[in-house]
């Protein structure tokens, strides 16, 4: 197995991304989960350093003018989000393969600077009607908020055909076996 590997798992919000990437970290321990930075301000019960490395927004700038960051962007005003090359470090170090959960933009980013050593994959909802569902079923989205994700996922959508694969996610199951698949292929 090539210690510089990379695993990139991208989707629209409610996609189904996050239950995913859990069960793949569960079943296969040669993953690591890539904790990325955020200037957001941690929910209840987030822990810095297990969930993500809570920044400040000059700390996050300084690591910026330190080329820290194996990729970084603005997701929404005013908020940064990055993956650190530390943290992709970190994890080769222990001779493990980073899992990389982050936002569409992010995900190509990262696949553009390694390339080969990076396999992405994209978790497709089965219809945006499926995932307004799904997004509504949450409760946590205002209607507007809801609209913007609606948005935001039929932007993200128009990417899919660059990433390596696509995996429909209609039956939870079968789309988590798919991913499976995909990285042990990759992973050797």
């Not at 509504?136 to 899919?160: C, D, I, M």
Request: glycine fraction near 4%.
């Amino acid at each position: 197995m090539s210690s510089q590997k990379i695993i990139i798992i991208t989707a629209p919000s409610g996609a189904g991304k996050t239950t995913i990437v859990r069960k793949l970290l569960s079943e296969l321990p040669q993953l690591a989960f890539s904790i990325s930075a955020s200037t957001r301000r941690p929910r209840e019960a987030e822990v810095h350093g297990k969930d993500y490395y809570f920044l400040t927004t000059e700390e996050f700038h300084r690591k910026i003018e330190e080329d820290a960051f194996a990729e970084y962007e603005m997701v929404y005003a005013g908020k940064y989000y990055g993956t650190l090359k530390s943290e992709l470090q970190r994890i080769w170090d222990h001779e493990q393969v980073p899992l990389v959960d982050i936002d569409v933009k992010g995900a190509l980013s990262i696949k553009e600077k390694y390339q080969e050593a990076a396999l992405s994959i994209f978790i497709q909802p089965p219809s945006l009607e499926a995932l307004r569902l799904r997004l509504s079923e949450r409760g946590t989205e205002t209607p507007s908020s809801l609209e913007e994700r609606l948005a935001k996922a039929r932007y993200e959508l128009s990417f899919a055909h660059e990433f390596d694969a696509i995996v429909l996610n209609d039956e939870l199951e079968t789309a988590c076996k798919a991913v499976k698949d995909l990285v042990l292929k990759f992973i050797g």
